[in-house]
């Protein structure tokens, strides 16, 4: 069993940044890949960005690409969610999830069945 608890959500305006920390405890967290995962009120959730155990690979939806980086401390168990020019339609509830298998492609990071253990959440409002 994992325990996620994510935590740096709050309120900003357009334009700012946000850094959003998911800290693990439980198994070995280097055994697992972890994403960072978002859903709008009234929206699926939808995949945000991953990183594998290591953190030599990362993978990034368009929507995020160029202003999230995903980056993580095995050291202290927690993965991290650095977010940049924010905007109004980020405003969303965030959650990490971990995933213990091995993929052939980072593609599968995307889908959110394939995770095993999610954290609650930490809420992100945007203003304009």
């Known amino acids: 069993q994992v325990q996620l608890v994510e935590s740096g959500g709050g309120l900003v305006q357009t334009g700012g940044s946000l850094r959003l920390s998911c800290a693990a405890s439980g198994r070995t967290f280097s055994n697992y890949a972890m994403g960072w995962f978002r859903q709008a009120p009234g929206k699926e959730r939808e995949f945000a960005a991953a990183?594998?155990?290591?953190?030599?690979?990362?993978y990034y939806a368009d929507s995020v690409k160029g202003r999230f980086t995903i980056s993580r401390d095995n050291a202290k168990n927690t993965v991290y969610l650095q977010m940049n020019s924010l905007k109004p339609k980020a405003t969303a509830v965030y959650y990490c999830?971990?995933?213990?298998?091995?993929?052939?492609?980072?593609?599968?990071?995307?889908?959110?069945?394939?995770?095993?253990?999610w954290g609650q959440g930490t809420q992100v409002t945007v203003s304009s």
């Open positions: 999830a971990a995933d213990s298998a091995y993929r052939s492609s980072r593609y599968w990071w995307t889908a959110s069945y394939n995770y095993d253990y």
């Open positions: 990183i594998n155990w290591s953190g030599s690979s990362t």
